[in-house]
T-cell receptor
């Protein structure tokens, strides 16, 4: 199992450009998450998905869009890149079966480092 | 998800036990406590979780108070490779959010 795979690992964007960060998991997890981490800070939840076709906003969704057409993939789209979106982005997945069905352990990808100049 | 409070930083001598505290006073009865760690800029790594009973695995031990309002992660023999940021999370369904964690520095 590869676990959670994120691409690209590094990317430099110019202000106003658009791009998509890819995230794929091969564990058949229903829940997937996108976080961003600014230097010296904790992780902030951008969006999450409870299954194919269902997404919801996290703590810092502005400037991002997501889609979940399959169980395996959860891409994160930046439409008009801004310097404030310079960050490391982490994708995670979990076999969430709900609050009365056991623990919900997240598996993280290695991260994608994005710089907007 | 219930809110957690952790000290921002701690030091521990190499070879000694590292005890990392976490307060989660608003935790609900069916919510778990989870610990993750992040070494440098890598993706966070799951360590351990618990509901009511104390738990132990190959990485660490988790001690949860009887009232479940706080817990302690114990690394029994800290090594330099345990230097990392440790995150305590309670609840953890739907919007899984992380605080700033505790930065543990293991000192030679």
């Amino acid at each position: 199992n590869a676990g959670v795979t994120q691409t690209p690992k590094f990317r430099i964007l110019k202000i106003g450009q658009s791009m998509t960060l890819q995230c794929t998991q091969d564990m058949n997890h229903n829940y997937m998450y996108w976080y961003r981490q600014d230097p010296g800070m904790g992780l902030k939840l951008i969006y999450y998905s409870v299954g194919a076709g269902i997404t919801d906003k996290g703590e810092v969704p502005n400037g991002y869009n997501v889609s979940r057409s399959t169980t395996e993939d959860f891409p994160l789209r930046l439409e008009l890149a801004a310097p404030s979106q310079t960050s490391v982005y982490f994708c995670a997945s979990s076999p969430n079966r709900g609050p009365f069905s056991g623990a919900n352990v997240l598996t993280f990808g290695a991260g994608s480092r994005l710089t907007v100049l | 998800d219930a809110k957690t409070t952790q000290p921002p930083s701690m030091d521990c001598a190499e070879g000694r036990a590292a005890n990392l505290p976490c307060n989660h006073s608003t935790i609900s009865g069916n919510e778990y406590v989870y610990w993750y760690r992040q070494i440098h800029s890598q993706g966070p790594q799951y360590i351990i979780h618990g509901l009511k009973n104390n738990e132990t695995n190959e990485m660490a031990s988790l001690i949860i108070t009887e009232d479940r309002k706080s817990s302690t992660l114990i690394l029994p023999h800290a090594t330099l490779r345990d230097t990392a940021v440790y995150y305590c999370i309670s609840g953890g369904y739907q919007k899984v959010t992380f605080g700033i964690g505790t930065k543990l520095q293991v000192i030679p």
